[in-house]
């Protein structure tokens, strides 16, 4: 009788532990920012095909969770672009001032191989963007003006560039490798926006994760926007220029 109470008591304790491990599971709640790419590997086993279904899943809640900041760079990279473009038409010679400082800066990249040039124009974007990441800790400021600033110059030079060459070129000029550049640029910035707003919430008291939500911006950085940017690199060093010849 007392082995049978004795294996009786087991298996009520080993359902009960049960009962408590599968309860803690459904309370857990998901975050994009816990999960994304910072959970260990070896923890889970899967097959191919489902480790490319989880790093999809993994881009598009993180990208769910940073779209608000997203379109508010956006929102500010083309609000000073349409300020760039019509501040150039009002003050020609400013503009031409502009537009001879960038020329003196390009003029030496441009002077080297077609695969130097990516790399500089890879290793550059590159750059800013995690510039504008890690900088967003300072309130997110620095990523708005530095967004701001770059949509100025931009808008300044399509501006004299559709004077001498059309619409037309600028479009083709910018969109090939825009569509990859640009959102990945914004999607920088709105991950330094909003851990800048999370670094205020924290001096104003309220609960904040900004350790880990800089560690999610980091793993989203390097294995996403990096990738694509050498994509945007690739495709403005090699592809624009093919499309513009037929102009």
Known sequence: MEKEEDYYLRERNGEERAETSEGEGEEKIYSPVENFGLTDSRETKSRPGERTNSKISEFTSYLNFIWPYFLIMAGVFFVALLAGYNSSANFPHMADELMKSFSNRLEPLLAMPPIVIMFGIFLNNAFLSLLFLILGLAFGVLPVLF?????????????????????????????????????MV?????????????????????????????KGGMRFYFRWIVPLLFVAAVVETFITPLILNFL
């Open 147 to 183: 967004v701001a600033f770059n949509g100025y110059i931009v808008g300044v030079i399509s501006h004299l560039v559709a004077q001498e060459k059309g619409l037309l070129f600028i479009i083709l000029a910018l969109l090939p490798h825009g569509i990859l550049e640009l959102p």
């Open 186 to 214: 914004f999607l920088s910035a709105g991950i330094g926006l909003r851990l800048g707003l999370q670094v205020f919430s924290a001096l104003i008291g309220r609960h904040t994760e900004i350790k880990k939500e800089f």
